[in-house]
């Protein structure tokens, strides 16, 4: 029998359809099967194709839980320990990780000064460079962690992931960007008009570009930019009519694609607002689509609306700082459902339901093969002990 004749040739978009049913770890191994398959797992397109599901991260501390949008496609119990897991993280952010965000599948963590991309599907990670750029260490070196504003983002026009690292100004210079691209490996420093916030949260994701409140240099009032992430060039974005003025407060998020403002007032009135702008870009197409009820827990009142996951069942998952005498720095999960307009607390672990807001984070990614052609992954320091220990044991049989 032709041995060429064994297996016979399937239409490339069988191939696809059937790959695109099996999970990331699987397809990276199937890169080794062949060249064409080597190069076929790297085409944009394909990538886009085989991407799963989402899933919600958790952050909790130095703990990272996974939590599949699968398992929620029913109501979930106010306890849902069972329905998330531990995610083992990159060996060079597991000190007090922060999640910066996520893009096709890789997601940006820092801790300190450290910064990685990491696959959760595939577990391969690579470490961020520092940026030796003229001038830019000098000014990085003077600055406090909490001081730097991050973002992470995808440029489709050159198919290449970037971290921006926002480092603030003095009174007699402008804030410095630093940009890292995948593609090159590489740092490029650069200026933006605009002052940040201590602890501005990391930039929203959208419309690529990336989305911040921060101060105009040429006025007082706060302002929501737009970053894109191809050339960082920046513009304003207007908000809607209600929040010009600087009270309240707003988060920015993404819900059903479009970038999304979540606001509480400063009164404690009785619900919180999501505002969706469908048309990006047009502050007409600025419209509420959500009253969330507010609620009491524990004495502790609900009163900052922080950010916001839509999950497979209809509910809303939240996260919203709660307030008190004794207590001003907790956070707090809700699942809201609009069905019946009813707020529930969540917990991780029976009565643990507020968590401290500085540590504590809800991102999604999405389940994808993207390489980022490191060669490393998280454990395999490990992994390779054990194979040692094991493979000597065998030896003194």
């Not at 000190?95 to 820092?110: D, N, W």
């Not at 070196?141 to 003095?170: A, N, Q, V």
């Not at 920046?234 to 479009?258: S, Y």
């Not at 996951?309 to 956070?331: F, H, P, V, Y």
């Amino acid at each position: 029998m032709d041995k060429n004749k064994i297996l016979p040739s399937l239409p490339e978009e069988i191939i696809i359809d059937i790959l695109s049913r099996l999970p990331p770890i699987s397809l990276l191994k199937f890169r080794c099967v062949c060249k064409s398959w080597s190069i076929l797992f790297n085409d944009p397109k394909l990538i886009n194709l085989i991407m799963k599901n989402n899933i919600v991260m958790l952050r909790d501390d130095n703990t990272i839980y996974s939590f599949d949008y699968e398992s929620s496609s029913s109501l979930l119990p106010d306890d849902i320990a069972s329905h998330i897991k531990k995610i083992h993280l990159p060996p060079v952010v597991r000190a007090h990780p922060r999640i910066v965000g996520s893009c096709k599948g890789l997601v940006c963590l820092t801790s300190s000064r450290s910064y990685c991309l990491w696959n959760p599907s595939t577990r391969e990670y690579k470490a961020i460079p520092i940026s030796t750029a003229p001038g830019y260490q000098s000014v990085s070196s003077g600055c406090s962690t909490r001081d730097i504003t991050h973002g992470f983002g995808y440029d489709c026009l050159t198919d290449d992931y970037k971290f921006i690292e926002i480092l603030p100004g003095t009174n007699s210079s402008r804030p410095v960007v630093g940009v890292y691209s995948l593609r090159s490996n590489s740092w490029e420093p650069g200026y933006i008009p605009y002052e940040f916030s201590r602890e501005t949260p990391p930039g929203v994701l959208s419309n690529g570009a990336l989305h911040w409140f921060a101060n105009s240099s040429s006025s007082s009032s706060r302002v929501l930019i737009a970053m894109d992430v191809g050339d960082q060039s920046t513009r304003e974005i207007a908000q809607p009519g209600k929040f010009d003025v600087n009270g309240g407060n707003r988060h920015l998020d993404v819900l059903d694609r479009c970038l999304c403002m979540l606001y509480s007032s400063d009164d404690s009135s009785e619900s919180f607002e999501v505002w969706v702008m469908k048309d990006y870009g047009v502050r007409e197409s600025w419209m509420q689509v959500y009253n969330i009820p507010r609620m009491t827990m524990f004495g502790r009142t609900l009163r900052c609306f922080r950010q916001i996951q839509c999950l497979r069942n209809g509910e809303l998952l939240c996260e919203i700082k709660t307030q008190n005498d004794d207590k001003a720095d907790d956070s707090t999960m809700v699942l809201y459902n609009p069905k019946d307009d009813k707020v529930r607390i969540l917990k991780i672990n029976g009565d643990r339901s507020y968590f401290t807001s500085s540590i504590f984070q809800i991102e999604s990614y999405v389940q994808s093969s993207v390489s980022l052609n490191s060669g490393t992954y998280v454990d395999q320091e490990q992994e390779k002990k054990d194979l040692s220990v094991a493979f000597k044991k065998a030896i003194w049989k």
